[in-house]
């Protein structure tokens, strides 16, 4: 399964697949859908801005059906609930993750994409990787242990879109390095 699964920087081709998973119900429930990220994906992706964030599509056999947002978590620009978990070796990224398309909710890709997403993410110095669903969301919480994340605790957001909201604090390493272009 995991052969057939790819990933391709977010660009133009699928601008309105992404605002049509954002906007669904399904989404809106854990995903930050405020103007502000909505703002930085079309700077992102309309204007070729710099953001915060990195944007991935997942393909499975061609079909769009992911979105995988990276963040480099660095020593000076850091989230502070992540601070004693940075890598001390190597880089550490957050990630988002969703499935947006409709069609493949509940086919079981979750985990084996963002296994395959961090085992051939292409920075040779990523070595750690952060993610923390909302203690709401279990199916996300156990996707996430599917895809070799391990809780490392647990924080309530002080500000932004998720002030208040209880989230898992989740890490894994990295097995191997391959071929995600990041550039």
Same mark, same amino acid.
């Given at each position: ?14 601008? !309105? ?6 906007? /669904?119900?399904?989404? #809106?429930? @854990?995903?930050?859908?405020? &103007?502000?990220? %909505? ?63 409709? !069609? ?6 979750? /985990?084996?994409?963002? #296994?395959? @997403?961090?085992?051939?993410? &292409?920075?040779? %110095? ?58």
């Amino acid at each position: 399964m995991e052969d057939k699964i790819t990933f391709v920087k977010l660009n133009k081709d699928y601008y !309105d697949i992404l605002k049509e998973w954002w906007h /669904s119900e399904r989404v #809106k429930q @854990f995903w930050d859908n405020s &103007s502000e990220m %909505e703002e930085d994906v079309d700077s992102y992706v309309l204007k070729g801005q710099k953001s915060f964030y990195d944007y991935y599509i997942g393909l499975y056999e061609g079909v769009p059906y992911a979105l995988v947002m990276t963040s480099e978590q660095k020593k000076d620009d850091y989230y502070e609930y992540y601070e004693k978990y940075l890598s001390n070796t190597g880089k550490t990224y957050a990630i988002d993750f969703m499935i947006g398309n409709p !069609d493949f909710v509940g086919k079981h890709l979750s /985990s084996i994409t963002l #296994k395959t @997403f961090i085992e051939d993410y &292409s920075d040779p %110095e990523a070595d750690r990787f952060i993610i923390d669903p909302e203690f709401d969301n279990e199916v996300a919480h156990r996707c996430y242990m599917g895809a070799g994340f391990a809780d490392v605790g647990e924080y309530v957001v002080k500000d932004g879109f998720f002030k208040g909201k209880r989230l898992h604090l989740m890490i894994r390493g990295r097995e191997k390095q391959n071929s995600i272009n990041t550039k």
